[in-house]
């Protein structure tokens, strides 16, 4: 199957620092989520992003499909940034992969 | 709007007992459902899924099992759970299998 490789597992910042988290996957897809987890276990939905670029406030997103990766920028962050941000991926199975995520502490 | 909610919030069962979660979605007809399961400090593994009623595909081998008696209503089930079912169970639901997923706010399980 597919595999979903995250980096960094984990990354401690300063409040107001900027961030790139690195999704990169084995081969071809239709699909590609990226989620936050925050501490209370809730997977929210930030990116629907199979391709190019989204924005939405401090996120943003981009997914290279021809080069299988995909980018979160997270931007001047803040503690309630914390959590676990995990990407999914899909080939059109209607079943997606997640990587095992990027853990990250917003430090005041 | 379409919802989804998944319940109870935790759950602590002994071992060989039965287990039964819930997850109905609202505001939408014939989703694919999902079942996930998270052990502490991973990612998540897709347990089962589900394009209608009645049709359930399992993923892994497993003590566990799935059924969708309605259109909006999925069920994770066991008839004898054992320790290492302990987890964070989560329930996800799409339009197609072309849009993303949406998550309930799933259930923490710890079999004593």
């Known amino acids: 199957g597919i595999q979903v490789e995250q980096s960094p597992p984990d990354l401690i910042l300063q409040e107001g620092a900027n961030s790139t988290l690195r999704c990169n996957f084995s081969?071809?897809?239709?699909?590609l989520q990226w989620f936050h987890q925050n501490p209370w276990g809730q997977l929210i939905n930030l990116f629907y992003?199979?391709?190019g670029t989204k924005q939405n406030g401090r996120l943003s997103a981009t997914t290279v499909a021809t080069e299988r990766y995909s980018l979160l920028y997270i931007s001047s962050s803040q503690t309630t940034d914390s959590g676990v941000y995990f990407c999914?991926?899909?080939?059109?199975?209607?079943?997606?992969?997640f990587g095992d995520g990027t853990t990250l502490t917003v430090k005041p | 709007s379409q919802t989804i909610h998944q319940w109870p919030a935790t759950l602590v069962q002994p071992v060989g007992s039965p287990l039964s979660l819930e997850c109905t979605v609202e505001?939408?007809?014939?989703?694919?459902l999902y079942w996930y399961r998270q052990a502490a400090g991973r990612g998540l593994q897709l347990l089962f899924y589900?394009?209608?009623?009645?049709?359930i595909s399992s993923e892994v081998p497993q003590n566990l099992s799935a059924s969708r008696p309605q259109d909006r209503q999925f069920i994770l089930s066991s008839k004898k759970l054992l320790l290492s079912d302990s987890g964070f169970y989560l329930c996800?639901?799409?339009?197609?299998?072309?849009?993303?997923?949406?998550f309930g706010s799933g259930t923490r399980l710890t079999v004593v």
């Open positions: 999914a991926v899909d080939r059109n199975a209607g079943k997606s992969t």
């Open positions: 589900s394009v209608g009623i009645g049709q």
């Open positions: 996800a639901w799409s339009r197609a299998r072309l849009n993303g997923y949406t």
């Open positions: 081969d071809s897809v239709n699909n």
């Open positions: 992003i199979p391709s």
């Open positions: 505001g939408t007809s014939n989703p694919n």
